[in-house]
């Protein structure tokens, strides 16, 4: 009977914990956009928690409070924690079967546009980027092609403006090529040094990088196509839906929008577009 009422307490405690918890999170969220404007509100809270978590141990801070004091007033800090709860995980032709989708069930209607706009949203430090302006180039689009791209982090757009990347990922970044189709010496697209592998000037000549945030910036032009693959898996359903209503808006008629292995789009969505490759996760703006 003592052991029973034992683990009842426990789960109580346990709860109690839980639930103050996640007011201070809610609190911290609340805080960083009415001062900054970021809005994190809608993410996942359960990665949200692991990043801050992840700070408050780099820090030596025992509550979620004391991480909300440094945010407000300590200067700078706050360019920390949003490049924590920014999504890097990313590299060349990632998913190669994907991109050889692409190659094969998009390009050939992406001939007969006079022009292409691309937009890659959340684009990370840029690899798939690059990855998409070599797929082109070899298709003989790359000069009628504008990407644009974008992340919420001003951080990794000056990184992925550079078109530098470590040497030592090369090795899986030409094995990712090749198996996405790739018909050249995947080292003829860039140089190097002794810790970096830097892609021609040539393949970054149409690409443009700049800060958005999906959760609260709006569309800023129409695309043929939109690229956002992995990242809405960290948006709870209410901002899901608010990226799907953004990226319908800015698709031109019977544009391609390309998501991640583990996304699709929500059922609310789903009878305005058509399937294109469901296992690659590709789909076409219905007309009308």
Known sequence: MNQASHEDTEGIEDLSYSELEQIE???LLDGIYQVYGFDFRNYLRSSLRR???????LEGLS???S??????HVPGFIEKLQNDFSIKVTEMFRDPSFFSAFRSQVVPFLRDLPEIRIWHAGCATGEEVY?????????GLLEKTKIYATDMNEQVIQSAKTGKFPLKRMQTFTKNYLQA??????????????EHAMFH????QNMMFAQHNLATDRSFNEFHVILCRNVLIYFDSQLQSRVHDLFFESLSAQGFLALGNMESIISLHKSQYEDINTSERIFRKMIG
């Open 201 to 204: 000037a040539s393949i970054k």
């Open 25 to 27: 999170i809610g609190l």
């Open 67 to 72: 991480l909300l004091e440094k945010v407000l």
């Open 131 to 139: 990855s998409m302006a070599i797929l082109l180039l070899e298709e």
């Open 181 to 194: 189709g790739g018909s050249k010496e995947f080292s003829s697209y860039y140089t190097t040094d002794a």
């Open 63 to 65: 509550t979620i409070t």
């Open 51 to 57: 990043r801050i978590q992840h700070r408050m141990n």
